[in-house]
């Protein structure tokens, strides 16, 4: 009887396991966000139609799996979109690629220092992107002023971003040494 039980309760555990881990659904892509790509995002502007659906799938697919969190600013649909291209354009070429060394972003409004301070009184708040390590494992920290910077200025070609999904590429393999040995 005994045996029953434990068994019955492990097939329900299993179950909810399957149900909680299964992906989450994709939502319509908002037509809005077309616009805002083709007038923000030069990489998905010089797409062929077909690579842009597919560049949109994708997005909403990452958007879907990671979690977005602003400190003391709010998370527009901008930051979404500009997030999201950023982590698709280093691996556009691969399909159904998945970050799976990153469960969240967190967004702050500026620049911040290695405590992770942004106070406007501490002068050495210098960092605009950082991949997390320690107890901020799995997660990415950006600024929003950096954000939009990369995206807005079409000359340096310097995008804050793009770069911290690089070195999670990178960090693959456990180590953010410059070689990614997954590729």
């Known amino acids: ?27 319509m892509f908002p ?3 077309h616009d ?5 995002v030069l990489f998905y502007k010089n797409l062929s ?13 990452f958007l879907g799996e990671i979690n ?8 527009e649909d901008l930051d979404k979109i500009l997030i999201a291209s950023s982590a698709i354009i280093p ?7 998945s970050y799976n060394n990153l469960s969240g972003i967190i967004v ?24 997390g390590t320690g107890r901020f494992e799995k997660q990415m920290i950006l600024s ?18 793009v770069h911290e999904f690089v070195h999670l590429l990178d960090k693959m393999d456990g180590e953010t040494d410059g070689m990614p040995e997954f590729f």
């Open 91 to 97: 691996v556009f070429g691969f399909s159904n690629w």
């Open 31 to 33: 037509k809005h966000w």
């Open 68 to 75: 977005i969190d602003g400190v003391n600013t709010i998370i």
């Open 49 to 61: 139609e077909a690579d842009q659906v597919i560049f949109r799938k994708r997005m909403l697919l």
């Open 144 to 161: 929003k002023k950096a954000i939009r910077l990369a995206f807005s200025n079409k000359t340096d070609k310097h995008n804050t971003p």
């Open 1 to 27: 009887m005994i045996y029953t039980i434990i068994f019955i309760a492990l097939v329900i555990l299993v179950i909810y396991a399957f149900y909680v881990m299964r992906p989450k659904k994709i939502e």
């Open 36 to 40: 805002l790509l083709v007038k923000n």
């Open 108 to 131: 702050y409004p500026d620049t911040f220092n290695a405590d992770l301070q942004f106070s406007d009184k501490d002068e050495n708040k210098k960092i605009l992107g950082m991949v």
